[in-house]
Nanobody
C-alpha cells in the first residue's frame, strides 16, 4: 500500500504560480512512477504530468508544456508540480497518483491522493 497526501493548492491570479507537493508513505518511493492529474467541474480527469521512479523520464500534457514542471525528491518521498503562468483553464482539483510503471493513463494508476484545489482567477 502507498498513501499519498497532496498540498499546496489555493487561489491565485492568472499569470501567477503555485507549487503542489505530494508526500508518499508506505512502500519504497523510488519504485513508483508518479503522476499528476486534474479534474475540473463537469469534466473528466485529465493527465497533467508524470515522472519515472528515478526521475529520468518525464511526460507532460501538451496543455501544460513549458509552464509546469514535475520533479521528485526520493529522500523526502515527495513529488512536486511547479505551476507557472497559470490560466483560469487550469482551475481544477489536482491529484497525485503512483504506479509501478510510467504512464499517462489514469486508470493504470493504483494509488491516489485525496486531491488539492487549485483556483485561478482572471
Amino acid at each position: 500500500q502507498v498513501q499519498l497526501v497532496e498540498s499546496g493548492g489555493g487561489l491565485v491570479q492568472a499569470g501567477g504560480s503555485l507549487r503542489l507537493s505530494c508526500v508518499a508513505s508506505g512502500r519504497p518511493f523510488s519504485r513508483y512512477a508518479m503522476g499528476w492529474f486534474r479534474q475540473a467541474p463537469g469534466k473528466e480527469r485529465e493527465f497533467v504530468a508524470a515522472i519515472s521512479g528515478r526521475g529520468g523520464n518525464i511526460y507532460y500534457a501538451d496543455s501544460v508544456k513549458g509552464r509546469f514542471t514535475i520533479s521528485r525528491d526520493n529522500v523526502k518521498n515527495t513529488v512536486y508540480l511547479q505551476m507557472n503562468g497559470l490560466k483560469p483553464d487550469d482551475t481544477a482539483v489536482y491529484y497525485c497518483a503512483a504506479d509501478s510503471s510510467l504512464t499517462s493513463i489514469s486508470y493504470e494508476y493504483d494509488y491516489w491522493g485525496q486531491g488539492t484545489q487549485v483556483t485561478v482567477s482572471s
